[in-house]
């Protein structure tokens, strides 16, 4: 078995599935083997199906030219899907590369203005570049660190701190690629993210929360996937005078 990189989010999976399952997007190889399999099991289903034994010739003989017409209008059947599912792959895999090239040609006009506004800490504009084609600027190589410095500052610049704030709080600790996306944190500036989670915690101390006591809020809180249940987090958010972090 192998893996497959997702063209849209990047995500690596099993090339055995259909689609990605972070993003939904269709895996050709995957979704082409898959209906082999189900035509597959529709055959060996209706060659497999037995009545009673028939000992007379005419049974035999009719029993096997059922089977023949069978096998004709599967085969007919498969070959016209088989068509039609190769047309369909054609125009996405066309549709995909115009918008492969339309990414690219937007990214030469405005990759510029993303890192001026990337170093210069304005987020604001990163963002709103990110709504004119999100597509791109998702495969910008400073978008993952882009993704977790925007929610540090955020999270350090919040007026309230209520149960969201404190489910961003443990995803910047314990999950940071719930902001920036799968297979991303090998892209992440280390020392950065150090640096910002420290400053984080520091926080999170004078409210009244240690580090070991985040961890096990997130234990107890998260699912296997990582996403953390918001009815549960209910109960352990501390709140002081003013509500702020």
């Known amino acids: 078995m192998g893996t497959v990189k997702c063209k849209n989010c990047g995500a690596s999976y099993s090339d055995n599935l259909s689609a990605c399952p972070y993003c939904g997007t269709m895996n050709k190889k995957g979704a082409y083997r898959e209906f082999r399999l189900k ?3 529709i ?3 209706v060659l497999g199906l037995k009545e009673d ?3 007379s010739v005419s049974s035999i003989i009719l029993n096997a030219l059922l089977r023949s017409i069978v096998l004709i209008a599967l085969i007919v059947g498969l070959a016209f899907i088989g068509s039609n ?3 369909v792959n054609y125009q996405n895999d066309k549709e995909y590369d115009q918008e492969a090239l339309d990414d690219i040609l937007w990214m030469d006009e405005n990759l510029d ?4 506004a990337y170093e210069n800490g304005d987020y604001k504009t990163v963002k709103e570049l990110y709504y004119d084609n999100s597509s791109a600027v998702r495969n910008w190589n400073h978008y993952p660190t882009y993704c977790l410095k925007s929610t540090y500052s955020e999270l350090m610049n919040s007026s309230r701190f209520d149960t969201g704030t404190l489910q961003k709080v443990l995803y910047f600790f314990y999950y940071p690629e719930y902001f920036s996306g799968y297979n991303t944190m090998r892209l992440i500036d280390k020392e950065e993210y150090g640096e910002m989670c420290a400053s984080l915690l520091s926080s999170m101390e004078k409210r009244g929360y240690t580090e070991e006591e985040l961890k096990d809020i997130y234990e107890k809180c998260a ?3 990582g996403y953390t249940e918001y009815e549960k987090l209910k109960q352990y958010v501390k709140e002081d005078g003013n509500g702020q972090l």
Do not use: G
């Open 53 to 55: 034994v028939q000992r």
């Open 43 to 45: 055959i060996d289903s």
């Open 113 to 116: 203005a993303l890192n001026e």
């Open 39 to 41: 035509v597959s099991d």
């Open 85 to 87: 599912f190769a047309k």
């Open 223 to 225: 699912d296997s996937y």
